[in-house]
Every structure is written in C-alpha cells, then in structure tokens.
C-alpha cells in the first residue's frame, strides 16, 4: 500500500494502526517498563509530531490496545518513549514484548499541556504515581527552552523509594535548574526523603501566586487536593491544569466510553484545564 | 527572643496584628537544630510548640517488635508539638532532625498564659493551630487512601490489597 | 442526469398495490430492500420481496412497558415504530472495523470492505430520519468518522412514512422531528383511504418512482395527503420541553433526589440503549485465529447501563444504577447538544414502550424539574 493510500485510509478509517519496532525496553521501577518505538514507516515517521501530554494507542492483535501517554521528548527524533505500568490484559502482554518486535500504533491523540501558557511564568508541576509519564515531555520542553520559563518545581509522590521514577535524571533535571522535591507514602531503611503526600509538599513551596501555572497529574484524588493547595494559595482557576483518565478505546470521540460529562476526555482532554472541569470534579461519579 | 521580621516571615503569623506578632516574638526562641537529633520523644511531657522555619523533621513512633517507624515528614511552615497547649499529656510521636533544621520555639507555660491575658490573641492562636491541625488531618487522611494502591498488580500489593 | 426521472418537490398518486412494482424496481437496482414484517410478536425491518408480507391492517398499542398489536382495518402503515431502527442496519451490532495479519515478523493492517449490497428501506417514520441525521453528526462529522457507516449511509434509499396516528408513548413533535417527513427521504409516502401520495425528496427518489405507474396529484390531492401527519401530530399525548429547557434544568442539578427514585426503578437492562435509533456507543472486541496470526477487531454495541462501561483499572467510575442512568438521561437530553449542537432525542418514545418497568423519559424530566403542559 503506498503512503498516500494510507493517510487516505486513516483519514477515512480511525481503526487503521501503523506499525512499530520496539527499539529499546527499560525496566523503570516494578511493573513498570519505558518502551522506544520507531514507526516502520519512515514518511509516517516523518509526520508524527506530538505535544507533550498526549497519549497513543498501542495494538498487540488478538489481544487490545491500551492507551499509553508518549513520555519522550517531542524534540527527539526516530524513537517514541512510552512508559508502560502493568494493569490489564494488554499491558501484561506488552511487558513481555522484546526488543525487534512490533506493535501497532494509532495517535497521536488527545490535548497537550499548554506550553504556550506556561510561557514567562513559574511552573509547578505536581505529579503522583505513573502520572509523572505524561509530564516528563513538559520537562524535556522547558529544558529545551529553560529561558522561556521562570521557576520551574517538580513535586513528586509514589508509593514507595522503589516507585520514584526517573530518578536517575533529577540530577540533570536538578542541574539545569529544575527543583525536585520528592516524597512516598512507605519509607525503607535507606529512605532519607519527605514521607507523605503530594499535596503538602505543595503547601510548603514559597510562591508568588499570580506567576504560578500549576500542571498535575495522577490519582485523581491527589490531584484534588493538589488543586485545593493551589486555590488556597490563590493560584488562578485558569492556570490550573490537570490529565484526566477514563475508559478509552477508540480514543476519537466515537465509542462513548470516556465521556466526563460533556466532555470525551480522548479529544477534548486528557488535559483540561480547571476551571473546565471544576464542575464535574464536584459531582459523585459522574 | 527574636526579631519580628523573623515571624512575619511564616505563615503562622500572617494576618495577626503587628502588635500580637510582637508578643508572640518576645516569647519565642529560635533554635538551630542538627540532622540527627531528637527534638522530642515518645512520652516526654511536651513544653514547647514549634514552627519549622527551614528543614524537614521525621515524626516517628516507635512499635514493638518493628522499631521506629517513620509516619510523615514535617516540614516549612508546619507545626510540632501541638500537644504541649493542649493537654500537657506525653509526646504520641518522636520528632527526629532529618536535616539541619531552624525552629522557632514557644513555650507552651508562657504562651498560655499570654493567650489567658490576652483572650483575643488567645483565639487568633487556637485559630491557627485548629487549622494546622485540619491540614495534618486531611492530608494524613489522604495518606491512609493509599492512592496509589491500583498501580500495583494484586501480587505485589502488600495487605492483601486487590 | 436521468431526464425519466421526476423532479424533487413533485407529489404523485398511486395505486396501493404497485408499491410492489417500487420494491421491484428497488431490487431490480440492486438493492436490498427493506420493510416492515411481523415478527416475535413486533414490527421489525427485515427482508421484503413481497409487499403481501408487510404488517396490512396492524396496529400497535403502545405504554410504558407494554407492546401490543391487533388487526384494524386494512391500512399499510397505521402502526409506527417497533424496537428496531435503521441502527441496526446502518450501525450493525457487530461490525469489524480492523484486520491484521502477521507477515514477516510485522503486522499489516488493513480496513475491511464496506457490505457490497445497498440499502433500501420501505417505512422509515420521521423520527426515525431525524435519528438517522443526528448519527451522521456524531460518527461523520468529528475529527474522525466511521468508515463503516459512513458506506452504509452513502448507498442508502429511503422511502419513509408519513404517519397516520402516533402510538401513546410518541412525542416526536416536541423535539421537532416529526410526525411528517421533512427531509432526508428519496421518497415520502402518505397513505390516504384508496391510493398512496408520493412526494419525491431526492434525484435517486423521482428516477425509481419514474420506473411505476403514478399519476400527478391535483392540489387539493396534494393538501389532503399533508393533512396526514397534522392529524397525527394533534393526537400526540406525550411532550418534553424546549431542547434548551431540558438542558438547562438536568444541569442545574446533576445530584437531584429524583435520580434515587428512578434508581429503585431501574433494572439497568439496557433495552432503551439497545432500542434508542441514537445511542452510539460501542466497544472494541479482538479476535484471532487459532493460529494467532490473523487477527480482528470487531465494534460492538455498547451500553452505558453496563458495570464494565466506565471501567478502568483504578475503579469503575459509574458503580451505582443511579449514576448510569443519570448519565444515560443528560447525555441524551443535555451533555449532546454541547457536543454536537442537536439533541440526542427524537422523540420515537421506543425508550417508554420498551422499557420492562415502563420508565418514561417525559415524566422524570418533568420530576426533575421541568414541566410539560
């Protein structure tokens, strides 16, 4: 099938996946794995751009997909870094996956951070669990064009040493000028660290409010009380952004799976910001 | 003693008139404390209540058979030793310098009595420490969810946890 | 361009019997037609060769939860809608959307070939068309759309009904979709005591009706078939408020008391999903072979009833009767016109009949808040 062929097919089909290599496999923390994909295409290849914050949708046949955020750099050529936490079916037969062999890939979808928003201002960034993933291109981004950004704070919780990820970067985050606080819920013997949760690391930072974008993801229960430090420290209701997940399968606004109101959370989000969603995030299981 | 511009630096202090904050300073000590040592033990009658300036302190309990176990991490703008205004009973919990820390201490003796001579100071301070103590409550709180208990696969979750 | 053909616009009169002669010329074109059959004690769209096989002289009494048909008299049309819609047909339930097959170490994907045979459809109702122009909006007119039905659509005739009376659980005029054929049908049809009205509605309608023998319609012929659907619409007995009301008023309060009692109710079956002509969602199933090496993905119907619906791996996020069916009354009533500029509700009532404990949609809107005169 010659390239046009397929653009023209994916236009006309969103079910039509391209397929990838894997090209590395990095084993993170447990459960948790970071797969390079090349697209075997290279004119597909060529045309894939990504902002950070939007996710793929990667095919083992005869098993699923599984939605999956890029946690590359939008910047870096040839490969695509997604980090991968074993949960279901899918991601199970995914870990088991070994370098040479292929996936399908259908993306990229959803809505990115507002880097542009975040432009000339003190950056937060709280993050809990895998939910650094999809923030780790907004890192990549600012350490690409740190001038563009004021403070830049990454404030990090997992539920134990062992679930920290990246670690082995904070000291080149740290380095060009990113502050890492981190924090668990479970020390160990080794455990030096901040013991508790997302939220009061954010209670602690000195701030100049009006400046301050704040951008989070994970649990959503740790970003809802992120967000209530931020608005008790008066950080504005529009600088307030966050990555919603929900059920996704066709993950372009035609299955009605991941409906969060009137909301797909697959094209009009995962990333809203809050005074979007603020609404809903007050409704019991809406 | 010390400085007023040390207190109007905290966030305990914000919004309490310049004249409050002015007693509270000549009641109050800053203490500089080394990584490593214990500002008070599990037991220990409490005498003082402290505000961490810089630095991070470990709240620990001891439990028989496991040792120390380190509950939470108290850090800037957050308050120790509550108990010591309250009921003077013993310490629940050891506090341990995890880093250099700086304090700032008030005797709970003479703070009580300042806030008795001075009711409405008196209300401006249990004010603040119910709402430090509400924190502490919501966010031990979102401790004990253990959020994020689903990012682990029934195998390697520990208390049996699905 | 067919000259045979007759013009759009023009209304001409036949025989009750050469609506055969239509049939004939629709599968002489090579279309599978359409219609409405008896069957399971129900009028449901199947297969037609013979109009001798359509429902002459049935009627259907319609409630909340109750479903009944008996002979009256021997009109062609006189009953409305039954279960079915032109979804099943446009939106199969099963449907495959993908195929991969392993091929040197790699996979090739490759979209399945739309169904060779068009559609043609004898007694579509106007609520149903409107059902039909809301799907479009939804799966043709996002960022992405539904190869599958958009190839469906593309190829299919319709000659749709003007309804002579509404069952008692219809409220089309309320959501203005209906009782009468506005448009979207190659041919709309009146049925009037002895002969039918034909009204011809698209290029592809006037060149198959140009195929039977018809004769031209005076005016007052022509008044008399349009007085059709206005006598149904004077005998409609349900209503929802303005599209807008009933938004605002089921945002207002999405934690309404209402909701608990209508979760005592409810069975969470799914009939009104399966039975809504508007209801999309659905869900990705994989198959392979034996072999593993030819692979599937088929869509499926879907219901938001459902407990796997909302599912994810931290938790469902809809656990409870009441949050489902809440979900399911504001998406169709009020989340839809944000997404998609219309309501999801034609008013066909299938939701009412079918519903085994006769939940009507018309009356909890109206306990939650808004009233219907």
């Known amino acids: 099938m010659t390239p046009l062929a397929i653009r023209e097919q994916a236009a006309c089909n969103p079910w039509l996946p391209t397929p990838a290599t894997v090209r590395g496999i990095y084993p993170e923390t447990p459960g948790v794995q970071t797969y390079e994909l090349q697209l075997d295409d290279p004119q597909v290849a060529a045309r894939f751009h990504f902002q950070p914050g939007q996710f793929n949708m990667l095919y083992l046949p005869g098993i699923g997909e599984a939605a999956i955020s890029i946690s590359s750099a939008p910047s870096q050529a040839g490969t695509l870094a997604h980090t991968v936490r074993v949960a279901g079916n899918v991601t199970q037969a995914l870990s088991r996956l070994r370098v040479g062999q292929r996936v399908g890939v259908r993306g990229p979808y959803g809505t990115g951070w507002p880097m542009d928003a975040c432009r000339g201002r003190d950056v937060v960034l709280a993050a809990g669990g895998i939910g650094l993933a999809p923030l780790r291109p907004v890192i990549y981004h600012i350490l690409h064009n740190r001038s563009d950004f004021g403070r830049v704070i990454l404030l990090y919780g997992s539920r134990t040493p062992g679930d920290l990820l990246y670690t082995n970067e904070y000291p080149a985050w740290r380095e060009e000028g990113i502050e890492v606080e981190t924090t668990v819920d479970i020390g160990d013997d080794q455990w030096q660290g901040n013991i508790g949760v997302v939220p009061v690391l954010f209670y602690r930072l000195r701030l100049n409010a009006a400046r301050t974008t704040l951008l989070t993801c994970g649990p959503e229960i740790m970003i809802r009380f992120v967000i209530f430090e931020a608005l008790a420290r008066r950080v504005r209701k529009d600088a307030i952004f966050l990555s919603m997940e929900r059920n996704m399968q066709c993950a372009v606004g035609l299955c009605g799976h991941c409906q969060l109101g009137s909301y797909f959370v697959c094209k009009d989000g995962p990333v809203f910001s809050y005074r979007a969603v603020e609404p809903y995030l007050l409704v019991e299981d809406l | 003693m010390v400085s007023r511009e040390i207190l109007d630096g905290l966030r305990f202090f914000q919004g309490l008139p310049a004249e409050y904050v002015e007693q509270l300073a000549g009641i109050a000590e800053e203490r500089n404390v080394e990584a490593g040592s214990m500002l008070f033990r599990e037991g220990e009658t409490a005498s003082h209540v402290h505000i961490v300036c810089t630095g991070k302190v470990s709240l620990q309990i001891r439990v028989p058979g496991r040792g120390p176990i380190e509950l939470q991490t108290i850090g800037p703008g957050e308050l120790l030793g509550w108990s010591a205004l309250l009921n003077n009973g013993p310490m629940t919990a050891a506090a341990r310098a995890a880093t250099d820390c700086r304090l700032i201490s008030l005797n709970a003796v003479q703070l009580l009595a300042l806030c008795e001579h001075e009711p409405r100071l008196g209300m401006e301070v249990m004010r603040r420490l119910a709402s430090s103590l509400s924190q502490r409550l919501r966010y031990t709180r979102l401790h004990l969810l253990d959020v994020y208990r689903h990012e682990f696969p029934p195998s390697a979750a520990g208390g049996g946890q699905s | 361009m067919n000259s045979m053909g007759l013009p759009t616009g023009c209304y001409v009169r036949i025989d009750k019997p050469d609506l055969q002669g239509l049939l004939d010329e629709l599968r002489r074109l090579g279309y599978r037609v359409l219609g409405p059959r008896l069957s399971q004690g129900a009028i449901q769209l199947a297969d037609l060769e013979s109009i001798q096989q359509m429902p002459i002289g049935w009627v259907d009494e319609q409630q909340p939860g109750r479903y009944r048909l008996r002979q009256q ?301």
């Open chain 3, 73 to 373: 008299g021997s009109n062609y049309f006189d009953y409305v809608v039954g279960p079915g819609s032109l979804k099943r047909f446009l939106f199969p339930p099963q449907v495959e959307v993908l195929q991969s097959l392993s091929l040197h170490g790699s996979f090739q994907f490759t979209a399945p070939k739309p169904p060779p045979q068009p559609l043609a459809v004898i007694g579509v109702r106007a609520c149903d068309l409107a059902a039909v122009r809301i799907l479009d909006r939804v799966l043709l007119e996002g960022p992405a759309s539904d190869a599958d039905y958009r190839a469906r659509r593309q190829s299919l005739f319709v000659l749709a009904v003007n309804c002579a009376r509404p069952a008692a659980t219809c409220f089309c005029a309320s959501m203005n979709s209906g009782p009468a054929v506005t448009e979207g049908a190659d041919l709309a049809l009146f049925e009037l005591p002895t002969h039918f009205v034909l009204e011809v509605g698209s290029e592809r309608g006037g060149e198959v009706l140009s195929a039977i023998k018809w004769r031209p319609c005076s005016t007052r012929e022509v008044a008399e078939a349009q007085q059709v659907p206005r006598q149904a619409e004077k005998r409609l007995s349900r209503a929802l408020p303005s599209r807008e009301r009933v938004r605002d008023l089921l945002r207002a309060d999405l934690e309404h008391e209402h909701y608990d009692e209508i979760a005592q109710r409810c069975l969470a079956c799914s009939n009104c999903t399966m039975s809504c002509p508007t209801c999309f969602c659905s869900s990705i199933h994989d198959t392979s072979d034996l072999s593993g090496e030819m692979c599937t993905r088929e869509r499926l119907w879907a219901s938001c009833f459902t407990d796997d619906h909302s599912y994810m791996n931290s938790g469902t996020v809809r656990k409870s009767i009441r949050a489902r069916y809440r979900q399911w009354l504001t998406h169709k009533l009020s989340s839809w016109i944000d997404q998609f500029g219309t309501s999801g509700c034609v008013g066909c009532g299938r939701c009412i009949t079918w519903c085994p404990v006769g939940i009507d949609l018309t009356a909890e809107v109206a306990a939650l808040g808004g009233t219907n005169s």
